[in-house]
């Protein structure tokens, strides 16, 4: 079982570069997310979807771009990128079981990325 | 807005030991509660689901509770061991397809 998959794992970027961090699940799961994880900040959410064609914005989203053109794919765009955005990016995924009982949230390995 | 807070922040135990880790969240509307854990430079790992209808869930060693009306989540880990050396996160799911993280708190299990 492949779950969620994350690519590039390392990425090294300069002050104003765009980039695009991809993300993919196979359990046909409608909820996917992305968080951040910043040493003394914990995860913070970027962007979630709850189903293809639909995203809203999480706790901080500001230079950053998501869509959900399918079920499996969730990329995460950073349009210019900036030394504050150097973190280490998780993206989740999980299915909204019936009357409101989500299954098990799964993350993928991560992505750390640094901005110099 | 939820709030998440785990204490303590880290916990060093002698392998064998019993222990506790709390969570706490400000908002009891809650869907359901999620424990992690997190070894050093890798993903996030599902523990323990505990739906909001819920008061408990276990698996093998693990022991996770809910107390939604004081806003309060502990988990348990029983006969400890040098393996479970690692950070345990707690999330809180308010929203479809949205959570709030506490912290995190660092385990570190001694031989």
């Known amino acids: 079982n492949a779950g969620v998959t994350q690519t590039p794992k390392f990425q090294v970027l300069k002050t104003g570069q765009s980039m695009t961090l991809q993300c993919a699940q196979d359990m046909n799961h409608e909820y996917m997310s992305w968080y951040r994880q910043d040493p003394g900040m914990g995860l913070r959410l970027i962007h979630y979807s709850v189903g293809a064609g639909i995203t809203d914005q999480g706790e901080v989203p500001n230079g950053y771009n998501v869509s959900r053109s399918t079920t499996e794919d969730f990329p995460l765009r950073l349009l210019s990128a900036a030394p504050s955005q150097t973190s280490v990016y998780f993206c989740?995924?999980?299915?909204?079981?019936?009357?409101?009982?989500?299954?098990?949230?799964?993350f993928g390995q991560g992505t750390r990325l640094t901005v110099v | 807005k939820q709030e998440v807070t785990q204490i303590p922040a880290a916990l060093s135990v002698p392998e064998g030991e019993n222990l506790v880790l709390n969570c706490s969240f400000t908002?009891?509307?809650?869907?359901?509660l999620q424990w992690f854990r997190q070894d050093p430079g890798k993903g996030l790992t599902s523990l323990l689901l505990?739906?909001?209808?819920?008061r408990e869930q276990t698996s093998g060693r693990l022991n996770a509770s809910l107390d939604k009306s004081s806003g309060r989540s502990t988990l348990y880990i029983a006969a400890s061991q040098p393996g479970d050396s690692a950070t345990y996160l707690c999330?809180?799911?308010?929203?479809?397809?949205?959570?709030?993280f506490g912290d995190g708190t660092t385990l570190t299990v001694k031989p």
């Open positions: 989740a995924s999980s299915y909204p079981g019936s009357a409101g009982l989500d299954t098990e949230a799964f």
């Open positions: 999330a809180v799911k308010t929203n479809a397809g949205k959570s709030t």
């Open positions: 908002d009891s509307a809650i869907y359901n």
């Open positions: 505990i739906q909001s209808s819920q």
